[in-house]
Every structure is written in structure tokens, then in C-alpha cells.
């Protein structure tokens, strides 16, 4: 059997290209400087594969900001807007991720939306009626070449026509359909000149078949191959799927003339059965991903040994592959100095998970598989008992019944006394929870965690911030307050180092988007709260201010999916385990005087099932009731705030009701506020905030910009109970763009408010 993997994380392995990037949008280095950055990681990343043994290695999985983007600019799917701006076509690029403001112009980025069920973003395709789809970017062939040139013939790999066009956000008239001759001539081309390359295999991602299908998205696929197919030539193509399986397409796939199929044997939950069934073509190459590619633990043999024996009744051909990217995993292993071995050894980085591939092949390579050192060393590991066991815990959770998950009274009675108690103005204006984190804030709080510097000059450094933060909220104009937070590395970690059950990671960075690269903490034992984890900096911020200020936590079901789980227990044991800690806190922040609390869920709809029939019993029936039971113990006059950004809201939005949170903030500036009209057709009864600028985007909003949101909001929300806030916290901010951006944002506030009066 021959090896391979989808992708590879491309940010190096100590974020070399997060640095570099932003060194060039700071003007520090030239474009010549940050493409030999990327240079140095892409071949770095060839030469770890080609020497861990990784047959068929993949190119192509390298970008400067995202795959789906690249793929845009490769197709010419572009919009004016940016084009327009007369700018280098790296710069051109980087406006559409970003946004631009400057001498040239002022544009506003493509939407930002989830990458399927993880915590990567991509960047929404935008098309026109205008738009002409046809091959212009040479960026998967440069690529190929430059492996070719290092010695290793690659698989190119490309977003499929099908899950491009159904990823797409059509801003006319027409639809996908409209698209299908143009898109497979250019899928053709990209066939056609790979032919002239000489390359072998060419691996199209449709993650999108694993999605609930209808009929007509059955059609558009099978219409799209049956014209791109034919022109394949030499080349052999592959549709590799992802993230669940392909249910409703299984038959068209392998009717179909590709010459591999690559399913997902991790998350599928029907795969092995469709295989099993229906039988897998002869004339095909079975791609089975059956090394885990979204989390860390180690893999079991045993188990993959099992799948691999059932699938070789069936396929004559199988290349033992990842069950998706690696882009969703930590890099190396390398560079966790730290890390006790007791933990590490049962871990596996993107690095390790190719040497997993090679010693799964050698296992299956030998006469003897059971008697193979890897096998017997990897059998050992897993049947050693996990510590980590809370007794009290457990039988908390165990004594649960359905009054601890509601809330009384009901919301209706529940704002009128809110509303009497805050006595805030129309379109009260707040932030979402952080402030930017400067090279000072970060600076000191390295220090600090290398005992450099004493716990009390620490703490004294961060009251200096926040009381800092509080003055310049009150001067900005903001009418609830926020502490800053400048104490948290990071929205999950922090919360993480509070609770036991956790342990942490050193450089185990994992790309969420752009530059923008976060550290999962590890879900290891039973969870439980350690010690108050916010209340001394919320008390210490509500006493400099007579604004309310809110309390800020990251909720149970944003915790746990920003962490890398356990798998030895269901997610929804863990998510109560994480909720029952976060409740702890939220009473604790009551009785401590903080009247409104913020549990963000930003990541609410990350795990949510990719088909429609798994989303209540896999997710729904527990999720919700998570957040509930957080807040259900607090008192009526206790406003409890929620956040989410980045995701597709519509289909659950009444759900999203069910969470029963007084307030709830949402990104929305870079889908235009399209959720509106989702909230006005489902009669939404929680308070809303749109969020009315676009906060990973350096551009600074004008008051007039900031109006005509509000303008759109009370056309379709009643105005009292609309909110004024950006789309998400500022951290990743500096201050020069937030200042104008909050002052423009409380006076158009204020504009609003006294033209409704």
C-alpha cells in the first residue's frame, strides 16, 4: 500500500509565515522577503514528507491566507472592487482577505465564514452576474513546478469545481448553475496543462458531498465532472471528501470517470458501510483516510487495522491516507520541550501523523501485523488506564434534571425588570469582551510566566491597563463596559489554565485564519474549577466605573470545541463537565456585584453535524442545553449576553433563541447583515446586537458607514431591543483603529438614537 496526506499545515512550524505576513502589511519587509519565507517553509514541508516516507506527497496546500481565496483568484472570480484598486495582484489578494484603506481606495473584505465543522475560516467567493470563471493564476502550477525542480513529483491539489461553486455567494441573478460550462472548462484547462507538466495525480477537495445533497445539487456535480472528466488526458484525478461521508452521492462518485476516491473513515460515520454495500470500482484507487487529521491523539492500530481488512475485501487499490487536511493540527511535536512524556507520548502532531501512515503501511506489509514492534508498542500505549477522574463531578452531573437547565421567570418578564434596573439608552453601545493586546501587554505577560518579573508587579501592570481601558471606554462614550482583558492569552487557553482536567502545549499553534493562529488546550481528565478564574479583575473594573460592566466568559460549548477533546468520553459529557465550572463562575460574578455576565459561544455552530438528520441528537440536545444550565441559576435582574461570529446562523436561529440569554451579539458586517432578515422572519425575541463594523479588517469605519447599519437594523429589528457593537473583540487590533472606530461607532449611536426619539 502506498501513503498519502490531504494537506499540510502551511503556517511553519513556529508560524515563520503569521511573522512574515504581517511584517510585510506593516511595510517592514518587501514582497520579496515574505516569498522566500514561504519558500523556505513549502520545501521544508516537501522535505519532511519526502523523508518520512509519504508516497504520494501533496503541493498546492501552501497559501498566503486561504485556499478557497486562491482558488477565486485562480478562476478570476474577483470582484471589481479590488481589481480596481490598481494594486500589485499579491496586494490585490491580501485586500480582498483583509480589507484596504488607503491613497487607493477603501473596500471592505470578502465575508469570513467556518471551514465546514472546524475552527478554520474561509474567505466566501463572490460572484457577479458579470463574472467570467476561466483559468488566469498560475500560483498550483508554480508550485508543482518548484517540487518538480526540488526533486519530488507532486499531487496538486485544488478546491473541486463542485464545492467551489456551492461555497460561492451569488450577488446577481444568476446561480450555480449559470456556471457550470465556464467552470468546467477551466477545471478542464488546469487538467490540460498539469498533462503538459507531467504530472500524475491531480486531487480535486469536494468536502461539499458530504453535505446533505438534493437532487439538483446531485445533478449540478455530475453535470460538472461529466464535462471536466473527459479532458482529463494522462492525468489521474481524484475526488477527495472530508469531514463525513458521501451518503447521498456514493453511486455518482464512483460512476463517475475519476480514478481515485478518496472517503473519510474518521468522521464518516457511513463510509465503511456505503463500501460495504455498494461495493468500490475496480478500476479505482480507494483513499482512505483513517488517520485522524482535526485531533492530536495517538492513532490505534488495532482499530485501522480492522477498517483496512474490511476495505480490502473490496477495493483491489487503497492508499492509506489522512482523514483530512493536517492544516487542523499542530505541526511538530518537536518544539513541546515542556510537555511531560506521559502526556506527549500518546499525542500526534502533523509531523507524527506521517510517521503513523509509514508504520500502519509497514504493519500491513508484514507477514506477521500483531508482531510487528510498531503494533505491539502502539497496543501497550492504548490500553494504559487514563488518569484524571473527578468522583464529584460525576455525580453532579449524574443528579441533573430539567430545572437546572431553565431559567425563571420567563425572558418577557424578565426584560422589563433588565430594562427598569440598567435604564440604558436606544441602541446601547458595548464592545465585545477584549481590547487590543499590544507588544507591551504580550511582553509583560511573558515575563511574568518566565518569573521574571513578581506575581504583585504583574497584577499591578494589569489593573494599570484596565483602569487605563475603563477611562478610555468612558471617554470613547461606550454605555456598558468591558474590562479589557488583558490578563488572557487567549478566550479558551486562559480559561483552560483554570480548570483542572486541562493540560496546555507549548508551540502546538494551529491556523484559524490568515495570520491569525491559535493554541489549543488539551481536554485530558474529568473537568472541574480549580479557583475563580475572572472575578478579581471584574470587581476590581466595575469599581472605577458607575456603567455597568460586564463580566466575560467563554462558554462550555466554545471551550470544549476550541480544545482538542477527549475521545474516550462523548462530547456531550464534556461540555456539561465544562458547564457545571462556567456555572460556578457566573453565580460566583453575581455575588460579587457584576450585573450583566457575557458567556461568549462564538463557536456554537462549529461542531454542529454537516447533515440536517444528526443535528439534534448529536448535537443540538445537548449543546443548548449546556449554555442553559450556565445561566439558568442567576437572578432576573442578571443580564446574560452571549456572542457568536463566523458562521451560518440561519438554520439554527431558533435554537439560538432556545439558548435564552438576554442579549446576544453576532458578526455580521461582512455578510452585510444579512442575518436581519433571518431574525425578523423568525420573530427572534432575544436582544440583538449585528455587529456594524468588521473587526479583522485594519480599515477604520466612518460614523456614516456605522449609521447606515444601524439604519438597516431598525428597519427589520425593533429598536429596543437593538444593540450597537463591532463584530468581535479587538485584541488583534491596535489601538491607532480602535479609537476612531469606537468614537465613530457611539456617535452614530447617538445620531440614531436622537433622530428616533
Known sequence: ???????????????????????????????????????????????????????????????????????????????????????????????????????????????????????????????????????????????????????????????????????????????????IAQTADAYSAILAKFGELGAEWVQFDEPSLVKDMTADDIKLFNELYNKILPNKGSVKVIA??????????????????????????????????LVKNSGFPKDKTLFAGVVNGKNIWRNNYANTLLIVSELKKFASDIVLNTSCSLLHVPCTLANETKLEESYKKHFAYAEEKLTELAEIKKILGSDSPAETAEYRNNSALHSEPRSGRNEAVR??????????????????EREKIQKERFALPLFPTTTIGSFPQTAEVKSTRNAHRKGEISDSDYESFIEKKIADCVALQEEIGLDVLVHGEFERNDMV???????????????????????????????????????????????????????????????????????????????????????????????DLEANGISIIQVDEAALREKLPLRKSDWKEDYLDWAIPAFRFVHSGVKPETQIHTHMCYSEFADIIKDIDDMDADVITFEASRSDLTILDVLKENNFRTEVGPGVYDIHSPRVPSKEEIKAAIGKMKERIPAEKLWVNPDCGLKTRGNAETVPSLTNLVNAAKEARNENC
Open 493 to 587: 487557553e486562559y480559561f483552560g489554565e483554570c480548570l483542572d482536567g486541562y493540560i496546555f502545549t507549548e508551540k502546538a499553534w494551529v491556523q484559524s485564519y490568515g495570520t491569525r493562529c491559535v493554541k489549543p488546550p488539551v481536554v485530558w481528565g474529568d473537568i472541574s474549577r480549580a479557583k475563580p478564574m475572572t472575578v478579581r479583575w471584574s470587581v476590581y473594573a466595575q469599581s472605577l466605573t458607575k456603567k455597568p460592566m460586564k463580566g466575560m466568559l467563554t462558554g462550555p460549548v466554545t471551550i470544549l470545541n476550541w480544545s482538542f477533546p477527549r475521545e474516550d468520553i462523548s462530547l456531550k459529557e464534556s461540555a456539561l463537565q465544562i458547564a457545571l465550572a462556567i456555572r460556578e463562575e457566573v453565580l
Open 1 to 179: 500500500m502506498k501513503t498519502t496526506i490531504i494537506g499540510y499545515p502551511r503556517i511553519g512550524n513556529l508560524r515563520e509565515l503569521k511573522f512574515a505576513s504581517e511584517k510585510y502589511f506593516r511595510g517592514e519587509i518587501k514582497v520579496s522577503e515574505l516569498e522566500e519565507a514561504a519558500k523556505t517553509i513549502r520545501l521544508y514541508n516537501l522535505k519532511l514528507q519526502k523523508n518520512s516516507g509519504v508516497d504520494i506527497i501533496p503541493s498546492n496546500d501552501f497559501s498566503f491566507y486561504d485556499g478557497v481565496l486562491d482558488t477565486a483568484f485562480l478562476l478570476n472570480a474577483v470582484p471589481e472592487r479590488y481589481t480596481a484598486l490598481g494594486l500589485s495582484k499579491l496586494d490585490t489578494y491580501f485586500a480582498a482577505a483583509r480589507g484596504y484603506q488607503g491613497e487607493k481606495g477603501d473596500v471592505k473584505a470578502l465575508a469570513m465564514k467556518k471551514w465546514y465543522n472546524t475552527n478554520y475560516h474561509y474567505m466566501v467567493p463572490e460572484i457577479d452576474d458579470a463574472t467570467e470563471i476561466k483559468l488566469v493564476g498560475t500560483k498550483l502550477f508554480d508550485l508543482f513546478s518548484e517540487a518538480l525542480e526540488n526533486g519530488v513529483k507532486t499531487k496538486p491539489v485544488i478546491i473541486g469545481a463542485y464545492t467551489f461553486l456551492k461555497l460561492a455567494r451569488y450577488k446577481g441573478t444568476k446561480t450555480a448553475a449559470d456556471f
Open 240 to 273: 477527495q471528501t472530508y469531514f463525513g461521508d458521501v451518503r447521498d452521492c456514493y453511486n455518482s462518485l464512483c460512476n463517475l470517470d475519476f480514478d481515485g476516491i478518496g472517503l473519510d473513515f474518521i468522521e464518516g460515520k457511513k463510509s465503511l458501510e
Open 395 to 412: 455525580k453532579r452531573l449524574a443528579e441533573l434534571c430539567e430545572k437546572d437547565f431553565t431559567r425563571l421567570p420567563e425572558f418577557a
